[in-house]
């Protein structure tokens, strides 16, 4: 009997920075397991600036909950060995997915590393994975990378950013997870323009709860993605932080449902460690997940 197919869910969290935000963290990592997603993904610093606090969170992930990791890793500013030996312990460790990113180089760092591009790094992991084959009883590691709706900033256009796409899929990479992205139509064009260039693997959109205006500022600095002036002035424009984060909160579910009503495979949820703004997208999507048994009791 076939089983229903559901939406792909997923949760990306970083690293505790302190005591107090690990105990928080967990908090946020209990309430999310509940939702039963497919998989939590943990950000790694560039240049592998929080590396053994990334792999300590990973290795609770493993040991104490339900959850399957996906670790993020980054290439800029290490060396082949040493991203040689890190993939090596995240495979032995048991991770199963890996994210392969280049990173940003750190303000004031200049760029260093052999490894220059996320696509050398997916040949990179493929090849570590090559050597272990025997402990993954033949099987693969899942390798993901990421994708731009808006144009990266270091790229020249958007054709850039679907060529590095393929050259990614043709390394050997299995799916895609976005950047963040404010307009439905960004996300329609980017799984257009990449499907006619011939990459297949699947795309999943990043979002990010649209409920704190300081988080948005900052994002769009970093990642160098313009908010849309629609939302930020009905953000800016909210009486109380309940009516801001209503109005963040509609404003998400939007961007979602459009996107999955545009085919998407699943959604990815950029959650800063808290909980309850993606819980309220959740409940407000109503996106239907595996029964409450799991997906083992359905086999
Ligand atoms: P690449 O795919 O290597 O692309 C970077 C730039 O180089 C692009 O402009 C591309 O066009 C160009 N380029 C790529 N290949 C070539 C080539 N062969 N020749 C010439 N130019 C090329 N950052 C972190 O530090 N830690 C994280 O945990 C993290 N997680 C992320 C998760 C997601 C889902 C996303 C979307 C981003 C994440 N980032 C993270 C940010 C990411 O590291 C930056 O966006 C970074 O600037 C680019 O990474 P990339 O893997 O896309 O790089």
């Given at each position: 009997m076939s089983q229903p197919s559901y939406p792909a869910l997923s949760y990306e969290l970083y690293p505790p920075r302190s005591a107090e935000s690990e105990q928080s963290l967990w908090t946020t990592v209990r309430r999310l397991e509940e939702t039963r997603p497919d998989f939590v993904s943990v950000t790694y610093g560039a240049a592998g600036s929080n590396r053994e606090a990334a792999i300590g969170l990973l290795r609770r992930l493993l040991t104490e909950t339900t959850l399957k990791p996906l670790a993020h890793l980054t290439?800029?500013?290490?060396?082949r060995t040493e991203l040689t030996g890190i993939i090596d312990r995240l495979i032995g460790g048991g991770v199963r997915g890996i994210l392969a990113l280049r990173g940003d180089t750190p303000e004031g760092r200049t760029r260093a590393g052999d490894v220059e591009h996320a696509d050398e790094l997916v040949r990179l992991i493929r090849e570590v994975e090559a050597q272990r084959t025997a402990q993954l009883a033949a099987g693969r590691v899942s390798v993901g990378v990421a994708a731009y709706?808006?144009?990266?900033?270091?790229?020249?256009?958007l054709d850039q950013d679907i060529d590095v796409l393929l050259a990614k899929e043709e390394a050997g990479a299995d799916f895609a997870i976005t950047q963040v992205?404010?307009?439905?139509s960004d996300y329609t064009r980017l799984v257009t323009r990449a499907r006619r260039a011939g990459v297949t693997m699947p795309i999943i959109p990043g979002v990010m709860p649209l409920t704190s205006t300081r988080r948005l500022r900052k994002l769009s600095s970093l990642a160098g993605i313009d908010v849309d002036d629609a939302l930020w002035a009905r953000l800016e424009g909210a009486r109380t932080d309940d009516e801001r984060r209503r109005v963040g909160v509609a404003a998400t579910v939007d961007l979602a449902r459009a996107a999955l009503d545009d085919g998407a495979p699943g959604l990815h949820l950029y959650t800063f460690n808290q909980h309850a703004a993606a819980l309220d997208v959740l409940d407000a999507l109503d996106l239907a997940r595996p029964?409450?048994?799991?997906?083992a009791a359905s086999l």
């Open positions: 290439c800029v500013g290490s060396s709706a808006t144009r990266h900033p270091d790229s020249a256009n992205f404010f307009r439905p029964p409450q048994a799991g997906l």
